[in-house]
Every structure is written in C-alpha cells, then in structure tokens.
C-alpha cells in the first residue's frame, strides 16, 4: 500500500479547506497552533553562554504531538503549510525539530490565499523552511522574553505585582501617556472669525455666506479689538466679486488593505477592536462554508505590511467592474500602489480571494461580524481598482474695504470608486454649505449682515485604538502581527482604559512609564525601538546574524538593569489612586478606581473606617421607559453588565424608579411610541426592539432569544439586577440533584456490597457443610 503525505497546518478550520482541495492522497491534521515554546516559570535564554534557547513542548499539547509524531512517521513526505510570516517559518521549524522529521521528507509550503489553484501550485512547488526568517522570529521572541522576564520583577517589586514591562507594549503606553501630557499642559489660544450674509444685488437670486480671509495673504484674528476694526471697516464699504474660480477636482481612492489601515477602518467603521478584527478575519482567511462552493478561503493573508496586488487579482477586478459599473468606472488600465520603504512586501495586500464572491452572495453563510469585515475588504478593494470621483468645486471671492472674504462649493459630479466605497475618518470633516449663486467677478452684492464668533484652539484629542495604531506604523514601532497583541495587553494590564473610543492612562500606567523613562532609556525610546525593528529585518534577509543582534542589545540593557535595581534597593513607588467625581453615600469623600477579579470599580478612599464600594456606571442613549430618567450600564456582582434608571437607588420614594433590564438601549427610538429602543446583548448585529408593552411593536420577552424569566414570585430583591437573585437558587437546585443522586449512588453501592457479603457468607457456609460432610463420610 503507497505511503499518503501530510499536510500540517496550525487550525482545524484551516485543515478542512486545505484537506478538500488537495484529495485522497493527502492527509491533512492540525498543530493548534505552537507545539513548542520557552518554558514559562524561567527565562528560557542563557544569557551567558550564547544565548541557548530551552525550548519545551508547550503543556496540554502531548496528545497532538503523539499524533502527529505517528502521522509523519508513516508519510512519505510531510508538508509544513503553516501561516506565510515569520511566525508561520519558526511553528514549521518547531515542528520539524519536535516531531524528528527528517530533511529528506520535511517540505515547506506557503498560501497567500487558500483557493484550490494556490493550494495545488503551493504543494507542486515546494521549498526548505527559510532559517533567517526562523531567526528572526527567534531573535524577536528571546528579546521580548529577556525585556519582559527581567524588567518585570522588578515592576512587581518596586510598585506592585503582575505588572509587565515589553519593548512594543512599553512604547505604546509611553505614546499614551506623553499624549495626556500634551493636553494637561496644553494653553487655549483665542482666535475669531467673522461671517458675512452676502445675496445678489437683484431680488431673489440667491444669497450666500462666506467667510474671512484677509488682507493680501490669511490673517489670524486674535482679539474682539481686531474684529471691531474689520467690521467696522467693511460695514460701510461695498462688497465686490474679485475671483471665481469653478473646476473639476479628482479624489483618488484609498489603497487596498494592509494590516494596520484594516484595523484602523474596522474600528472606525464597525466598532471592532483589534484582535476582533483579526481574529475575523483569520476564520475569513482559513476557509469558511459557503453553498454551492464547500470551504473557501474567502480573503487573502491579512498579517501583511506591502500594497502590492497580483496581476490576476487586478485583471479579475477589472472584469467585474466594467461588467458590473461600465467603462466609464474603470481608468483603463490598473492602478499600482507604491509601499512605503522599509516594509517586509513579503505577501500581497489584504484582498477578496476572488472578487466575483460578493458580499451579498456569501451574506446568508456568514456571520454578522463575518459579513461586515468581508464587505469592508471587498468594497476596499474593488474600489482602489475604480476610475477617481469627480467633483465640480467652485470658489469666490469677495472684497471690501481691502480685506477678502471666501466661499466654497463643492458636488460630485462623477461618483467614481465612491458608488462602492468612501474611506473613514479619524476627525470630521468639514460639511459643504449649500450650492453658490452663478455670480460674474466684477459683480456688487449686497452685505446682509455679518456674524463674528469667538473660539478657542483644541488640545490635540486622546489616541484611539484605530489613531494609536497608525502612530506605531508611522513611527515604525512594531509589525502588523503585533499591533493588536500591543493594544490588549496594556488594557489588560490597566496601564491604559477605553473612555467610550478614547485611550486614557491610568495613574498606573503613568507611574510604570515614568520609571521606564528614568530607569530604561532605550526600551521606550521610540527611535531605539524602530531600530531595533530594522535590525530584526536585517536578521530575515541574511544581513545580520540574529546572536549577534542579541548580544549587542543585551550588553547595554544589563547595565541599565543593574543600576535600576541598586538605584531603587528598598524604595517602594506608591500608586496614586484615581480619584472619581463621584461622592461615598456613607462619608461624602470622593471615591477612587480599584481593580478586583471582575475589573474595574469605585470604592471609597476612607477604607477601613469607610467600607462602601459601587460599580462603574456609564450613561447610555435614551431615556427610562418608566420615568424619562438616564439610563446607566452598571456591573452586577458576578461581573455581569446590566442596565438601570439613575433613579434606581433615588433616597426620595415619589422618584424612585425600578427600570432594569439585560437588554442594551440603543440611540434609535420607536417610530410608534417614541420610547428608546433595546437590543439583545451579545456581538455581531441584533436588531432593536420596542419593550413599551402598550406599543403595537412591542416584542415579548420569550422572543428576544432569552430563556424564560423570574415570575413575579421570583422577583429580584430591590437594587439588585434583573434574574441576579435567580441565579444562586438555580446553583442550589443543581447541588440538591447531584446530592440526590449521590446518595441514591451510595444506596445502589450499599445494597450491591450487601448483596455481595450476603453471597460470600452464603459460599462459606456452603464450603464447610461440604467440608464437613467429607469429613463424616471420611
């Protein structure tokens, strides 16, 4: 019987798409993910001697290893499929070292997207596992395990335990923090402007505002003193059209996705944080069931830092969009993206696998969050494959009394690329007044009124997800595979918290930085950082042997090290605490932000004469059904969100309300009664629902996907959150089961035991009257 070959790759989902192309012949298992890593409870590197990597199978992983230590040992040729980055490389190096497979049969093969024609092409062209990208991984994965085993106890030591330092995430907090610092210490600075109401010196054709310029070039008003002196000027002088100036102006389209500008959209556009966004798009990339197709990979590999598209992928767009749009929506030849330098360009950009599959087609086999990540990518690229929007832009320009006055126009005229896409924004854009009377320079208008306004220049706004993210890519922090790792780590170690889409740091993360800054120069210089990434990719291309890299980096940190821990010997840095707006009930001091197993809450500063703690509260849209009250998300004590009235806990009965429910209000209202809308909790899409049971939409609660709730027997005790009180009675009736059938159990083994020393009596009893006998007839 012939040998078959095996195929390994890192997830059962992937396993299945791969496994359906490739046939009978192939046998295709998963490793789930690393079988191998530095051991967890030491440092895993010895520092002194050449930097000896002690890798160890990762625990939990010894069935999968057994199995496919059996598997490759009767293959014939065993094919490494994992992921086409660096990390991919080292898990196929792992493998191969962990499983003995020998070099004759070991075969690295790489998919940029898992199609059938990839799939087959890759298998029928395979290579060697490349040791300079293993290298580099390696080189990369020992510097964060020295930065962070090292650095790390002393954090917990000098300020307090499971804080962690790294050579990304530290920098990233540092990028946080120094922002906070920018809008403390920022000064408003006054400035005006003034608005004149302008119309045709003819009835009834047409009126317009524009806006101050200037003299000869812009001015600044910074004083009501100066805007008196303008207006003063032009308020009895005529007004006189000096310029207009009307032409088509082009607005290109976006370029494809790459890791970082995904994640960015998918924040702006769906709300999804990083590693949501990611782990999308990873069960997108490695095979998804579609009808009338089987498992398809649906988008190409989306840990990518080039915008280079393969000629197939632009000739396939090119085809559905002059079948589709027409000729008119395609520029007539395919639009090239330039990668910024210093990118790996290893992998083409993210992109549909194949453009004819639209979003809507697929829609019905997708999840919510599937089907929104997909449409995002596909309308993306399509539309970087478009003819350029067109718009007809008109400007005038008005003068009196020497100073000009602007005002602007723009419509589209040609929608282009933006019938399928329009690229988000981090700060709005500024809206188009309405379309300007067709005027003629030389032509007098008339002067309606004139309109100045005070404003104040604005700190700079806080990062989001989305903005902190495209500061690490600009300033070439990190790589795309580790911009959502970064970002969830340092919430997770509350060093930064999320204020609606806002990052704000906490005194915590302020004080480590602090003394990352003073103590550890170098790992959060964002230079020294950057640099460290260049070498890295040196270290993949060959250039740089990847223990050298180490022991230069090493060197320096040693001494940092060393002089941090005798600069700091016996000195404990206290942590501020984070003082809320919101007053103790029992004292009336303001309570502070602690961290407990369930996250984040208030408790008061008084604590041990004080004992009073509260949940974190957040306002949400909308307004109480039951008394017109603000609607607060609050956190039940088993860490469970719930939303009330703020009238909830109200000391004055005549306004106390008891509105709680599990389900989320939302901003829209019902058409037919006005009250706020709910939705069922949970991710993805859910459609909102009236609960104002006098509403001809009201929707039952037995219908919004929720199991029966508390009769009113049952009802939670007053405060407490809606069913919270159900739960602890369900946990008893469970225990009353099990301990009945425990006992019943006891009973059946009482009775079998019973049974048994009955019938062993019996046996005896029957041995010695047959022993007895022979001895009489003896």
């Given amino acids: 019987m012939a040998k078959s070959n095996l195929v390994i790759v890192e997830s059962p989902a992937k396993a299945k798409t791969i496994g359906k192309y490739l046939g009978p012949g192939y046998e295709v298992k998963a490793s789930m993910g690393h079988v191998r890593d530095l051991p967890k409870s030491k440092l895993g590197v010895d520092v002194e001697h050449g ?211 995904l994640q960015q959209e998918a924040s702006r556009k769906l709300n999804m944080t ?195 993210i495209k500061a690490l890519e600009e300033k070439g922090i990190g790589r795309p595979s580790t911009y959502a790792p970064t970002i969830s780590t340092i919430l997770d170690r509350e060093y930064v918290v999320k204020e609606g889409r806002a990052l704000r740091p906490t005194p915590l993360g302020e004080v480590v930085t602090g003394l990352m800054k003073d103590k550890f120069t170098d790992i959060v210089d964002t230079a020294f950082t950057a640099n460290m990434e260049e070498q890295l990719d040196e270290v993949e291309t060959g250039k740089v042997d990847w223990k050298s890299l180490l022991t230069q980096f090493y060197g320096g940190f040693e001494k940092e090290l060393k002089q941090a821990e005798a600069d700091l010997d016996g000195e404990r840095i206290k942590v501020p605490d984070e003082v809320s707006d919101v007053i103790c009930p029992k004292c009336g001091r303001n309570l502070v932000y602690k961290s407990g197993r369930f996250g984040r809450f208030l408790a008061c500063p008084g604590w041990p004469e004080c004992d009073h703690t509260q949940p974190i509260v957040v306002e949400m849209p909308g307004k109480c059904p039951k008394c017109g009250g603000k609607i607060l998300k609050k956190t039940s004590k088993r860490g469970f969100a719930y939303y009330g009235c703020e009238n909830n806990t109200n000391k004055d009965e005549a306004r106390k309300c008891d509105f709680m429910t599990w389900d989320v209000p939302v901003k829209e209202t019902c058409p037919s009664c006005g009250h706020t809308l709910f939705k069922k909790s949970g991710r993805g899409f859910k459609k909102p629902f009236c609960i104002n049971p006098e509403c001809p939409n009201f929707l039952p609660e037995d219908q919004r996907g929720y199991k029966k709730k508390t009769t009113a027997a049952e009802t939670p005790a007053e405060g407490a959150p809606p069913e919270e009180e159900k739960k602890p009675a369900a946990k008893k009736t469970a225990t009353k089961k099990t301990a009945a059938k425990t006992t019943t159990a006891k009973k059946t083994a009482t009775t079998k035991k019973a049974t048994t020393a009955k019938k062993t009596t019996a046996k005896k009893t029957a041995t010695k009257k047959a022993a007895a006998k022979t001895e009489s007839e003896s």
Wanted: hydrophobic share 35%.
């Fill in 51 to 261: 930097f000896h990597v002690d890798y160890q199978p990762i625990k939990g992983k010894e069935e999968v290893i057994s199995d496919l230590k059996k598997a490759a040992k009767k293959s014939e040729k065993v094919f490494l499929a994992t992921d086409p980055d660096r990390e991919g490389e080292a898990i196929s190096w792992h493998l191969k070292e962990m499983l003995g497979i020998p070099d004759d049969k070991t075969y690295r093969v790489t998919f940029n997207e898992i199609t059938k024609k990839v799939v087959n092409d890759s298998i029928a062209n395979p290579r060697a596992i490349d040791m300079d990208l293993v290298n580099a991984q390696q080189a990369r994965r020992v510097l964060d395990r020295i930065v962070g085993y090292q650095i790390s106890p002393l954090l917990w030591k000098k300020i307090r335990r499971g804080l962690s330092a790294g050579r990304v995430q530290s920098v990233a907090t540092r990028l946080v923090c120094e922002r906070e610092e920018e809008i403390k210490a920022f000064v408003p600075q006054e400035y005006w402007s003034i608005e004149a109401d302008l119309a045709r010196i003819a009835p009834n054709l047409g009126q317009f505002k524009a806006a101050f310029h200037g003299r000869e070039k812009k001015m600044e008003l910074h004083s009501k003193d100066e805007v008196d002196a303008v207006m003063a000027a032009v308020g009895q002088a005529p007004f006189a059209v000096t310029g207009v100036k009307r032409q088509d102006k082009l607005r290109n389209p976006a370029p494809p996705f790459i890791t970082s500008t």
């Fill in 274 to 468: 990083p590693r949501r966004t990611m782990s999308i798009a990873q069960q997108l990339y490695e095979g998804v069931d579609i009808a009338g197709e089987g498992t398809v990979g649906l988008i190409t590999y989306m840990r990518t830092d080039s915008l280079r598209l393969s000629d197939e992928a632009t000739a396939a767009a090119r085809d559905f969009i002059l079948s589709r749009y027409g000729a008119n929506y395609y520029p007539g030849k395919p639009r090239v993206y330039k990668t910024k330098s210093g990118a790996q360009d290893a992998h083409e950009a993210i992109r549909p696998s194949n453009v004819n599959l639209t979003p809507e087609d697929v829609k019905k086999d997708l999840t919510a969050e599937q089907y929104k990540l997909y449409k995002l990518i596909w309308s993306r690229f399509l539309a970087c494959q478009m003819a350029s929007a067109i718009y007809d832009s008109v400007s005038i320009e008005v003068t009196s009394a020497g100073y000009t006055f602007r005002a602007t126009h723009s419509s589209l005229k040609f929608s282009g690329y933006t019938a399928v896409y329009v690229e988000g924004k981090d700060e709005e854009e500024e809206t188009f007044q309405s379309p300007l009377p067709d005027l003629k320079e030389g032509e007098t208008v008339e002067l309606k009124g004139l309109k100045p306004d005070q404003h104040f220049t604005q700190p700079p706004g806080r990062y989001t997800e989305a903005t902190l």
